[in-house]
């Protein structure tokens, strides 16, 4: 195994006597991100990450942009935006799901927009983009002309943490007819070590 980036911190309830002085190291596997743990033994075991699933609900058209919600309830705020329950995560993977035909020669593009927790007002299109998703990418698995579609984003390393808020967006690109009920989940992995 080739192991990077290592990151030691106290293993806290390892050692029955006070003061505790175990260590542990968090290492990442360098072809494909996972996370392995180093206890002062020697032992390297995987490390179970924690995580936490968005699902998004259609919530409104602005320039033939879709903005997704939190929840399938009336919306506190037009564009909802989702936290990240963890210091230091990964986008896992995304699904989407539309009743919508597209036509022919039109792709979905989702984007996933940031800006600070603390800061005031909706995400809006001039914040910063965080990553942008094409049904044609390379790594996203679509059926029935792409209106639906998973990706595994593990491979992009896309960090988010709870400093920030994140909003999500969706384009018919070729097809100005809006969705019909999409549906959009993501998935969002706990990280120690940064790669």
């Known amino acids: 195994m080739e192991l990077a980036n290592a990151l030691e911190v106290p293993l806290l309830g390892a050692h029955p006597i006070a003061p505790d002085t175990g260590l542990v190291k968090y290492y990442t596997l360098a072809t494909d991100l996972r996370e392995y743990v ?20 259609y919530n409104g058209l602005t320039a033939e942009n879709q903005w997704f919600r939190n929840t399938d309830a009336a919306p506190h705020s ?20 539309s009743r919508k035909e597209l036509t022919i020669g039109s792709v979905i593009r989702i984007r996933i927009l940031e800006d600070l927790v603390e800061a005031a007002g ?32 593990r491979s992009r390393n896309i960090v988010v943490d709870n400093t920030k808020r994140y909003a999500v967006q969706i384009d018919n690109v070729g097809d100005a007819t809006p969705y019909r009920d999409p549906k959009l989940d993501l998935t969002i992995e706990e990280r120690v070590v940064q790669p």
């Open 38 to 57: 180093r206890f002062d033994s020697g032992n390297i075991q995987f490390r179970f990450p924690r995580y936490w699933k968005w699902n998004g609900y």
């Open 78 to 97: 037009r564009r909802t935006n989702f936290l990240v329950p963890f210091t230091t995560a990964r986008l896992a993977d995304l699904t989407l799901s």
């Open 122 to 153: 909706d995400v809006a299109d001039g914040d910063v983009t965080l990553v942008d998703i094409f049904s044609t990418d390379g790594d996203v698995t679509s059926y029935r002309n792409g209106k639906r579609f998973f990706v595994d984003l």
